[in-house]
């Protein structure tokens, strides 16, 4: 069983930056991968950004350049630095990873951009 706990989320003018934490509740030191997500009122759940055990990481086009992810097996965490935040960027992000088959999300963290 893993527990995923975002924080970090809140309120921030458009241009501003917030960084979202993802605390597991066990060792990622073998998660091959870990996302964020986020899921705007009204439209379906996206995948933000993924960082592999390695460090290599992907973004969607929309955040390319403005969000950063990192990750920190020693304190069991992954991050979201995000950047030149937009209005279209107001979402609840949610931490995902898939160990042995199961799927596992954190309970999200509400970001809320005003322009």
């Known amino acids: 069983q893993v527990q995923l706990v975002e924080s970090g989320g809140g309120l921030v003018q458009a241009g501003g930056s917030l960084r979202l934490s993802c605390a597991a509740s066990?060792?990622?030191?073998?998660?091959?991968?870990m996302d964020w997500y986020r899921q705007a009122a009204g439209k379906q759940r996206e995948l933000v950004a993924t960082?592999?055990?390695?460090?290599?990481?992907n973004y969607a086009d929309s955040v390319k350049g403005r969000f950063t992810i990192s990750r920190n097996n020693a304190k069991n965490t992954v991050s979201l630095q995000m950047n030149s935040l937009k209005s279209e960027d107001t979402a609840v992000y949610y931490c995902?990873?898939?160990?042995?088959?199961?799927?596992?999300w954190g309970q999200g963290t509400q970001v809320t951009v005003s322009s």
């Open positions: 960082i592999t055990s390695g460090g290599n990481t």
């Open positions: 995902r990873v898939i160990v042995i088959g199961y799927d596992y």
């Open positions: 066990v060792s990622i030191f073998n998660f091959n991968r």
